[in-house]
């Protein structure tokens, strides 16, 4: 029986929808505009590809102790 866990994997769509903004951010240049939004994208900035990366690690560690 496969166990999931479901906090690393709603961690991981955080982080992949986190470095998604940040890249579209900086992809289109949006620099100037909603203040809201680019609030959003400067939250995320940095945060999302360091989480993804300990999520990363921590699912290689989970994978080597089990088998």
Same mark, same amino acid.
Do not use: P, W
């Given at each position: *029986? %496969? +166990?999931?866990?479901?906090?690393?994997?709603? /961690?991981?769509? #955080? $982080?992949? &929808?986190? *470095? *998604?903004?940040? %890249?579209? +951010? =900086?992809? =289109?240049g @949006?620099?100037q505009? %909603?203040? !809201?939004?680019l609030e !959003?994208? %400067? #939250? &995320?900035n940095?945060? /999302? $590809? @360091?989480? =993804?990366?300990?999520?990363?690690?921590?699912?290689l560690?989970?994978?080597a102790?089990?088998?």
């Amino acid at each position: *029986m %496969n +166990h999931r866990l479901i906090g690393l994997d709603l /961690a991981r769509v #955080f $982080s992949i &929808f986190g *470095m *998604m903004v940040v %890249n579209y +951010h =900086f992809g =289109f240049g @949006a620099f100037q505009g %909603n203040k !809201i939004l680019l609030e !959003i994208a %400067n #939250f &995320f900035n940095g945060r /999302a $590809s @360091a989480t =993804f990366v300990i999520l990363a690690g921590m699912g290689l560690i989970l994978f080597a102790k089990k088998n």
